[in-house]
């Protein structure tokens, strides 16, 4: 069975940096792995995906700022985020799929229950 758990969400300040990490337990290999966010009142979408054969996707809002790494081992995502805008505000999911090359939230099989984000205007 497999159990996602994310942790590092809090209250920064615009400008600020959090890091965010999630553990996947019992992920099988060969599975994509991603955070997504979901603003309220907003669907949910990807923000950075790491592919197991390819290259990373980060989603235009955070590039250059948001960093992703992946601790294949021991099934460990982490997102760095810097430079944090009012805008970035929403709770934060990480998931594990096949096929999260565009990290596309209809192409994962396992999320966890998320972790808030919030950066005050």
């Known amino acids: 069975q497999v159990q996602v758990v994310e942790s590092g969400g809090g209250l920064v300040q615009a400008g600020g940096s959090l890091r965010l990490s999630c553990t996947a337990s019992?992920?099988?290999?060969?599975?994509?792995m991603g955070w997504f966010l979901q603003a309220p009142g907003k669907e949910r979408e990807g923000v950075s995906c790491?592919?197991?054969?390819?290259?990373?996707y980060y989603a235009d809002s955070v590039k250059g700022r948001f960093t992703i790494s992946r601790d294949y081992a021991r099934n460990r995502l982490y997102l760095q985020m810097n430079s944090l805008k009012p805008e970035d505000t929403a709770t934060y999911y990480c998931?594990?799929?096949?096929?999260?090359?565009?990290?596309?939230?209809?192409?994962?099989?396992?999320w966890g229950k998320g972790t808030l984000v919030t950066i005050p205007s």
């Open positions: 019992g992920l099988p290999s060969g599975y994509d």
């Open positions: 998931a594990a799929g096949r096929g999260l090359r565009r990290c596309q939230s209809d192409r994962v099989d396992y």
């Open positions: 790491i592919p197991w054969d390819v290259s990373t």
